[in-house]
């Protein structure tokens, strides 16, 4: 049995929940969220409240129960306020900038590194750092990883993208004799 599952979802003020047709659609007063579910489990939105069941009792609708009711909660929350990452670029030279729909990235490379920003997202680079938002969560920390690995933190002196709260674990460099 899925602990996630069997929790009723509470739909918050002036959140809407529809489901029709194996898709649920929640608009909230960032936007609006879309996603299609599959046959195993069934949705039901009961006034305040949305339910996740299952349709069998097989192994796949067991695996899905847990996570079309987690997808639901961050659709649910991310339509109320904003999914945000932070990534900090540490390096001598290393700088990133927003011109129009990409972000321009010298990261000591030969050339600039660009990213095109998707729609829906909305990205800051504001000195060293770089703020990434939206409602949909998967977006964001996709984007986001997709940065991050561009140059990764380095462990002898740091150098790379990292996140906010993240901590490198830094190497001892060569002794000299």
Do not use: C
Request: hydrophobic share 40%; no cysteine.
């Amino acid at each position: 049995m899925s602990r996630i599952g069997k929790q009723t979802i509470l739909i918050p003020q002036k959140t809407e929940v529809n489901v029709s047709g194996g898709v649920i659609t929640v608009k909230g007063k960032e936007g609006e969220l879309k996603r299609v579910f599959r046959p195993e489990v069934n949705v039901l939105v009961e006034g305040d409240h949305v339910k996740v069941d299952i349709v069998s009792n097989s192994k796949i609708s067991r695996m899905l129960w847990g996570t079309t009711a987690a997808h639901i909660k961050n659709m649910i929350a991310g339509v109320n306020t904003l999914y945000v990452k932070e990534l900090i670029l540490e390096g001598v030279g290393f700088k990133s900038e927003v011109k129009g729909k990409e972000l321009i990235l010298a990261i000591g490379f030969s050339h600039a590194v660009k990213v095109a920003i998707p729609d829906g997202l909305n990205i800051k680079a504001e000195k060293n750092i770089i703020t990434i938002s939206g409602i949909d969560k998967e977006r964001v920390g996709q984007i986001s990883a997709y940065i991050r690995s561009l140059k990764k933190p380095e462990p002898y002196k740091g150098k790379g993208f990292r996140y906010r709260n993240e901590v490198i674990r830094r190497k001892e460099g060569k002794k000299s004799a």
